[in-house]
């Protein structure tokens, strides 16, 4: 089955404990992104990646790092995480950007529940 | 990729037509029109998405106007399962500029009522 796989789905841990959340798709996507959705604020873009060993910062990257090395996977790392951090993250992947635009079309993950005391 | 202006919130009652706009002032030509639902908090999974012809699937409907500026989904016959936020948003389908910074702001909450 064609999917994004997000882990941890839930997870609670405290101030400075550093954490990664992984991203997997199956679908050979080029490009993967990460969003936060607070409350009030709707979802807010992270990072994304283009391509293999191809990252770039989206609205919000502040406090997060990630990596593409591998087609595959695109881990989000928080190395000192805050309460501020706190909240539903999902990762989306889609085949490329440019090109026809069936191809854009956009599959989320589950989401990753993150709560930093 | 150009922004949208969506309304924060609609009611429509069940078996009646819910009518969607949004709004993309500063679209350009070779940019497309998507619209996305997130029911509760689960992942946004994709409706449809158009350049400047109306399109129509097995979900929805969607009327792109002629200057290109707005646009409206149409789900002709809503049922409760249909409540949901809605997100507009518009992305390049060919090379150049900051294709990968996807803006999907606030969305649409839909409530559909019985």
């Known amino acids: 089955e064609a999917q994004v796989t997000q882990n941890p789905r839930y997870l609670i841990t405290v101030t400075g404990k550093k954490l990664t959340v992984t991203c997997s798709q199956n679908?050979?996507?080029?490009?993967m992104s990460w969003y936060r959705q607070d409350p009030g604020l709707g979802l807010r873009q992270i990072y994304y990646?283009?391509?293999?060993?191809?990252?770039d910062k989206g609205d919000v990257p502040e406090g997060y790092k990630v990596s593409r090395k591998e087609k595959r996977n695109f881990p989000l790392i928080l190395e000192s995480p805050s309460p501020n951090q706190t909240s539903l993250y999902f990762c989306?992947?889609?085949?490329?950007?440019?090109?026809?635009?069936?191809?854009?079309?956009?599959?989320f993950g589950a989401g990753s529940r993150l709560t930093v005391l | 990729d150009a922004k949208t202006t969506q309304p924060p919130s609609m009611d429509c009652a069940e078996g009646r037509a819910a009518n969607l706009p949004c709004n993309h002032s500063?679209?350009?030509?070779?940019?497309?029109v998507y619209w996305y639902r997130q029911i509760h908090s689960q992942g946004p999974q994709y409706i449809i998405h158009?350049?400047?012809n109306n399109e129509t699937n097995e979900m929805a409907s969607l009327i792109i106007t002629e200057d290109r500026k707005s646009s409206t989904l149409i789900l002709p016959h809503a049922t409760l399962r249909d409540t949901a936020v809605y997100y507009c948003?518009?992305?390049?389908?060919?090379?150049?500029?900051?294709?990968?910074?996807?803006?999907f702001g606030k969305g649409t909450k839909l409530s559909v009522k019985p």
């Open positions: 989306a992947s889609s085949f490329n950007i440019w090109g026809a635009s069936g191809a854009n079309v956009l599959t």
């Open positions: 679908m050979n996507h080029e490009y």
């Open positions: 990646s283009m391509n293999v060993e191809v990252t």
């Open positions: 500063t679209i350009s030509g070779n940019e497309y």
């Open positions: 158009g350049l400047k």
């Open positions: 948003i518009v992305r390049v389908g060919g090379y150049g500029g900051s294709q990968g910074n996807l803006i």
